[in-house]
């Protein structure tokens, strides 16, 4: 098949322990672009989180896509044009963070352009995403008060076993209503309704003129499953959960060796 698109999750992924793309998968990325193939970085952060990563890979320059919020917002980089965007409902805020305050160690997040809405307490996985998006933590009074828009997505973190409890009463109590899932064991994931990384991915593909049969998507994590038995190759890394290793088509080397280097050599070159 001749793969023409590349969607990669990041975290585990595309970027190694350090969180950094290494110089001979960057090399590999832009090269392909620049022989005419489309990159979409396919992340659960935030988009202001995904940027850095873009611009390093020149996405603007050659025509990349950003799929933030694991769907929730799909951007066009060469223009900054948002393709697709569907924000969480207003309403959901209060009873959710009230859900959360029960179970002991957890902290809600919210996103802004600027920083993390810290709802209840920060705690160690609070500190990791903020080291992940590179963006402070600012501890706000009322939640639900504070974050009357709650944009794309909203986290809540926490040790796993609380978390596995917590998602099976959110999931409860909402139904339907949203997507609740765990990207890691210690964050769960609050997402409207039906959105996923394959949803959004299809939403851009119609709107480019192509389609799923053209695609590679790499990933390691829950939150990756949905792309990868969607896309014409689902590769999970070596490092990846054993339930994604299960779904994928192919697994690659491990995001601390090249594995996205691996790929491209394999599939697109």
Do not use: W
């Not at 001749?2 to 960057?26: F, H, R, V, W």
């Not at 935030?46 to 799909?74: H, K, M, Q």
């Amino acid at each position: 098949m001749n793969y023409q698109i590349l969607a990669l999750d990041l975290d585990g992924t595309l970027t190694n322990s350090k969180k950094e793309i290494s110089a001979p998968t960057k090399e590999a990325l832009i090269d392909i672009q620049k022989n005419g193939k489309k990159i979409i970085l396919a992340s659960g952060r935030p988009t202001v989180g995904v940027t850095p990563l873009a611009d390093e890979l020149r996405l603007s320059e050659y025509g990349g896509y950003i799929l933030s919020f694991n769907g929730g917002c799909v951007m066009d980089c060469r223009n900054g044009r948002v393709i697709y965007n569907r924000p969480l409902p207003d309403d959901i805020v209060a009873p959710l963070y009230h859900i959360a305050k029960k179970y002991s160690g957890v902290d809600i997040l919210a996103y802004t352009e600027e920083a993390l809405l810290s709802g209840i307490k920060p705690n160690k996985y609070t500190d990791i995403e903020s080291f992940v998006e590179k963006m402070p933590v600012i501890e706000v009074d009322d939640f639900p008060e504070q974050v009357t828009e709650p944009g794309n997505k909203l986290l809540i973190t926490g040790e796993a076993n609380t978390i596995e409890l917590l998602k099976k009463e959110v999931s409860s109590y909402f139904r339907s209503y949203l997507s609740v899932y765990c990207s890691d064991p210690f964050f769960l994931e609050i997402m409207p309704v039906g959105i996923d990384k394959a949803h959004s991915l299809l939403k851009l593909l119609t709107a480019i003129g192509m389609n799923a049969d053209q695609m590679i998507c790499c990933g390691d994590s829950y939150n990756d499953l949905t792309m990868l038995e969607t896309a014409g190759l689902g590769v999970a890394m070596a490092n990846a959960l054993p339930a994604v290793k299960e779904h994928a088509d192919y697994i690659t080397k491990s995001n601390d060796e090249d594995g996205i280097l691996h790929v491209i050599n394999e599939f697109m070159r």
